[in-house]
């Protein structure tokens, strides 16, 4: 019981001289709750006949003031209730701000943590939490893409340098034809060996990066290259420097020699000849050769000779579409390979080349092992290409007379500038890309371009532009001529 009731008994114990009851008294929900039971009425009537919503009334007897509205509501509805119910509404609400105070004010009761175990002296236990543990792992994730990207970086920049092991030294002295070259590089690694003739000799390291290759050998001094190139970065290795020395045959004096020296290099050149001219860029270079290769070299010389053009055009410009006149330019594109290194295995050859507009000289080299290489040199013209000229013949068949104006690849030609024609007069025109006609009548104008009949232009009294081209029939123009 709060001090208020206290308060408010005595003034009535005062009156009333009756003992005072220590049973505390319920709370404020269970109060009206009761008093609703002892009414007969339920929530529901109580909702009709109060005006106060259900929910309301409802956490008025569950004593959740939580789910009331602000206090000022809250008064109003409890003194209404109370009312209702036939209870002091005073007394009510006064119990009802003691029980608010007393929630307000109370606190909870700590609860002491139980006391821990005193840790062994000179000493801490170490704890493996799931944190440390992702940490951990991604600590070893980082650490090991860095090592791989080191790996992978040291693997691009180191170079496996090619070695050699048969023969064991870089300059030798061996009587022979043929030697197996023998050495070590990077596993894999494709294994590139120049000879003396230029002429390239490849071979692949194996698992354990051995690799071995035949080569020919020549009487005299024969200086080989040797280079590994990496499969995976394609890197080159340092060239590697060989030479072997095949001693020429020794004679005595006064005897003869048992072997005679090889014979030099034949070479005979078909096409193309020297000093030819032509308007095919398609130049074929053909010969016979005792030698195992050929090299073919093209140098600019000049721009060519201007041919004259066909009466009535005017002189094309024969500027080559290359370097300046007199600058070098590389050997054209062969189609079958490398222009300078052509394999010549049956003793023939022929190359396709193609050369732009110019003056050419071709340097065609044969090769063959242990033999001086012979040269020959040959000179040609590329020009451009000849204009055709084609004739259009025009006649006037028809009474009615025309308008008639003829433009030749683009230009007015001379005396058909829009002239009025009459029946039976003819007309000649020249030009190498196209004819433009137009006229006010074009069922009178009948047309032959080189010999062959095209016909009547168009209807009679029809007017226009017609463009005619050879190999085509006469088409409207998008614009007058």
């Keep these: 019981m709060t001090a208020r009731h206290q308060l408010r008994l005595g003034r009535r114990l005062g009156r009333d001289r009756t003992p005072i009851d220590a049973t505390p008294a319920p709370p404020v929900g269970e109060t009206l709750q009761l008093a609703r039971e002892r009414k007969g009425v339920d929530l529901y009537r109580a909702e009709r006949e109060t005006k106060i919503r259900l929910h309301y009334l409802a956490a008025l007897e569950d004593g959740d003031w939580d789910e009331l509205p602000a206090p000022v509501y809250t008064k109003g509805f409890l003194r209404n209730y109370a009312i209702y119910l036939g209870l002091e509404p005073d007394e009510i609400l006064d119990r009802w701000r003691d029980?608010?105070?007393?929630?307000?004010?109370?606190?909870?009761?700590?609860?002491?943590?139980?006391?821990?175990?005193?840790?062994?002296?000179?000493?801490?236990?170490?704890?493996?939490?799931?944190?440390?543990i992702v940490a951990g792992l991604v600590v070893i994730v980082i650490v090991a893409f860095i090592v791989y990207i080191g790996v992978q970086f040291l693997r691009f920049v180191d170079v496996t340098d090619v070695a050699l092991t048969y023969p064991t030294n870089v300059y030798s002295q061996i009587d022979a034809s043929?030697?197996?070259?023998q050495g070590t590089a990077g596993r894999g690694a494709v294994i590139r060996i120049t000879a003396p003739d230029g002429q390239i000799y490849s071979t692949t390291a194996d698992q354990n990066g051995a690799w071995n290759r035949d080569v020919p050998l020549a009487r005299g001094q024969n200086n080989f290259t040797v280079i590994a190139t990496d499969p995976v970065t394609q890197r080159d290795s340092k060239?590697?420097?060989?030479?072997?020395?095949?001693?020429?045959?020794?004679?005595?004096?006064?005897?003869?020699?048992?072997?005679?020296?090889?014979?030099?290099?034949?070479m005979t050149l078909f096409t193309p000849t020297s000093g030819s001219s032509t308007t095919n860029p398609?130049?074929?270079?053909?010969g016979q050769t005792t030698g195992t290769r050929i090299t073919i070299a093209s140098t600019y010389e000049g721009a060519p000779t201007v041919t004259p053009p066909p009466s009535g055009l005017p002189v094309r410009s024969a500027t080559p579409s290359a370097a300046p006149s007199g600058s070098p330019l590389a050997s054209p594109t062969v189609?079958?390979?490398?222009a300078d290194d052509v394999t010549v295995p049956s003793g023939s050859f022929s190359e396709q080349l193609t050369f732009p507009i110019g003056r050419w000289r071709i340097t065609i080299t044969s090769y063959a092992t242990g033999l001086a290489p012979v040269a020959q040199d040959v000179e040609i013209e590329v020009q451009e290409p000849p204009v055709?000229?084609?004739?259009?013949?025009?006649?006037?068949?028809?009474?009615?007379?025309?308008?008639?104006?003829v433009d030749a690849d683009g230009a007015v030609v001379p005396g058909l500038d829009g002239i009025s024609v009459s029946d039976q007069q003819t007309f000649t025109a020249t030009a190498a890309r196209e004819f433009c006609v137009r006229t006010d009548n074009a069922g009178v104008i009948s047309l032959t371009l080189d010999s062959t009949p095209l016909g009547l232009l168009g209807t009679k009294g029809a007017a226009g532009s017609w463009i005619i081209k050879p190999g085509q029939t006469p088409q409207p123009a998008s614009s007058p001529c």
């Design 239 to 266: 060239p590697l420097q060989l030479t072997i020395i095949v001693p020429l045959p020794s004679a005595s004096p006064g005897a003869s020699s048992t072997e005679a020296p090889p014979p030099p290099i034949q």
């Design 282 to 286: 398609q130049v074929t270079v053909s």
């Design 388 to 405: 055709v000229v084609h004739t259009l013949s025009i006649l006037v068949a028809g009474q009615r007379g025309a308008s008639l104006k």
């Design 99 to 132: 029980e608010m105070e007393q929630q307000s004010t109370a606190t909870r009761v700590a609860v002491a943590p139980p006391p821990m175990p005193l840790a062994e002296p000179g000493g801490r236990r170490f704890t493996l939490s799931p944190g440390m």
């Design 335 to 338: 189609p079958a390979g490398p």
């Design 178 to 181: 043929e030697i197996t070259l």
